[in-house]
């Protein structure tokens, strides 16, 4: 695999990192969100050309930031140019991002009142992870609920549901209202956003785990994104459990990936043939279908990814970034380029990454 990588020292740990969407050309336009600094700031870069560095076509340079009053755990676009932000103090605020062709600019439009908090001490839980559907926002944190609001309107929580007696560690929309929570202990549950606590269907199954008698927190989660019954989870033991939500009674497929705890995980938006998991280790790595093994006779549609025990003969892993000896946290991939953030204080770029 011929792709370019270039390390750009930015002296932030970057939590969470999104290209901002572009339709018909690649994305040169990504915001970062930092954790543990005395000031941690959302902020907008812009790629520039730079004929004088070796080996790098374009160097990022920012273009302005926003304070925020804890650590940055959750970036999401709503649209084009508005970014919802979850924090470790409970809250969630709007961004505008206002493109320009010189220098573009980022606001705060909005912030949330608190939305978790610890009911004994009444102190502010952590907003540990969000997810977007349209413009419906879903937040879960640390005190074991999930509210769900409209980006419009951030002082009016649509639903608030207690899901859990423990931490929330991940979220992810299934459906327009429905939703995937995942605790502490691995224990995943579906929720439907339209009814309160009572008339919950009580869904709920484990991430699998190498020992049978460990817990195995699920770190993070995504679906296809042309086959949305596809889950697939990251977790602490470093393995990816994928199942399929149509058929709830094993998982689909069990993997032995990375060593360490996966941080990230995600499909290609335009080529869901490709997936990257980002770990722990300082890892990140693509896994690639394998076009020429997969007969459609016997696939019938299926993906790859449902293949039980065949699924690692169908699959190709490659070393994406390796070595760098702290954790990769967070990354996206718009078009042929890869963007990664890390507690190196640098965010990686990896082009011709297809």
Known sequence: MATKVAAHYISEKVSKVRWLPEKLQQSDRFVTGSWDMDTNFVRVWRLHSNPY??????????NDKVAMENDVTGLEFVNNDTLAVSCADGHISILNVQRAVEEDQIERTARSERLHEFKCSKTSAPCTAIAVYGTDVATVGEDGCVNVL?????????????????????????????????????????????????????????????????????????????????????????????????????????????????????????????????????????????KTHIDPSQQDGKSAWLSGDRVRALVNVDGVLTNIRKAVNSFDVHGTRLVCGSDTEAVYIVDDIL
Not at 185 to 197: A, E, H, L, P, Y
């Open 150 to 290: 409209n980006a419009s309107n951030l002082k009016q929580v649509k639903r608030t549901i207690t899901a859990d007696s423990m931490s929330l560690l991940a979220v992810n929309y299934v459906g327009q209202h429905q939703l995937v929570t995942a605790n502490r202990m691995g224990v995943i549950r579906m929720f439907d956003t339209r009814s309160g606590g009572e008339g919950q269907p009580k869904i709920a199954f484990m991430a699998a785990c190498q020992d049978a008698k460990s817990s195995n927190y699920v770190s993070s989660m995504a679906t296809h994104p042309m086959q949305q019954h596809i889950l697939i989870c990251g977790s602490e033991e470093g393995s990816i459990t994928v199942w399929d939500l149509r058929n709830l009674e094993y998982p689909a497929s069990y993997l032995s990936a990375h060593n360490s705890p996966i941080t990230d995980i995600g499909f290609h938006r335009q080529d869901p043939s490709k997936l990257f998991t980002a770990a722990e280790a300082g890892e990140v790595w693509m896994w690639s279908e394998k």
């Open 53 to 62: 560095a070796e080996n790098v076509d374009h160097t990022p340079r920012c």
